[in-house]
DNA sequence: CTTGCCTCTGACGTCAATGTCAGGTTTTAG
DNA sequence: CTAAAACCTGACATTGACGTCAGAGGCAAG
């Protein structure tokens, strides 16, 4: 399939898409005119990719631990997988983090929806 | 205080705390040479407004939810305990999306080091 | 008084992922 | 064949939360 394709099947910009093969998280084979193209894994590959830049990881790390998801067969170095133990745990971290904030969001709620609730309970009897 | 015993306190940078008030979710009492100075309270406002941040609500919104967050008694608007409700479910998703992605992680790295140790039992027996 | 540290305003720099535009080539549909 | 749509490269623009620097003033200690 061609970039436009690929970048509607994925959900993401064209743009983006360009812009991945430039940091180097994303291949493609290229026609006699230039022109890229893609397999259905690459789907797959690149929603991954989205879900790894959602999860706070730069190009730069992503590049780093993409060859262990490509191949997770093959040996990769002891540093790339201290390296994803790393962003586990801050992910891990940063999730306990938002529960936190979310929880603090609620208190909010509800005490602004009691206050609301009594006062329209005084005021239409 | 002055402005760089909060910003130690609370954490951040001087250049944060006059960004946060440039915004409009920090104010400050000035002395009459213009210098800021706070109070013990705004230790605790600020790192709200980190955990926010962090949350990756941007300033604008922090802006129209603080003043629930000041004053959780009196009337707020509908529309701000509607965005409330917003973000905390926006935060619900996206705490649901991270643990996914650290599992997959997780998953990859189970797999990389079983295939590790695999290689080598096989070459130190 | 002066030395050193803190603070002020204002403005420009940064970074990363993308948007956007220009000018040209390729592919597809009719 | 021709027009529309998709693609190419390359470059500049954007956004948000800051960093950083310049030049000037404030404030306690020796």
Redesign the interface.
């Known amino acids: 399939m061609r970039i436009g394709e690929l970048a509607e099947r994925a959900g993401v910009s064209v743009r983006s898409l360009r812009y991945y093969e430039e940091q180097g998280l994303l291949t493609s084979t290229r026609s006699a005119s230039g022109q890229r193209h893609y397999t259905d894994y690459e789907v797959e590959r690149v929603t991954?990719i989205q879900?790894?830049y959602?999860?706070g990881l730069s190009s730069r790390t992503i590049t780093e631990?993409l060859p262990?998801?490509d191949s997770?067969?093959?040996?990769?170095s002891?540093a790339?997988?201290e390296r994803?133990?790393q962003?586990?745990d801050r992910?891990?971290a940063?999730?306990a983090?938002?529960?936190?904030?979310?929880d603090?969001?609620?208190g909010?709620?509800t005490?602004?929806?009691a206050?609301?609730d009594q006062?329209q309970a005084a005021t239409s009897p």
């Open positions: 991954f879900r790894l959602a999860a631990l262990c998801v997770p067969s093959e040996e990769h002891d790339a997988l994803m133990g962003e586990r992910l891990t940063h999730i983090d938002l529960a936190q904030t979310r603090a969001l609620d909010l709620m005490s602004a929806r206050y609301r006062l």
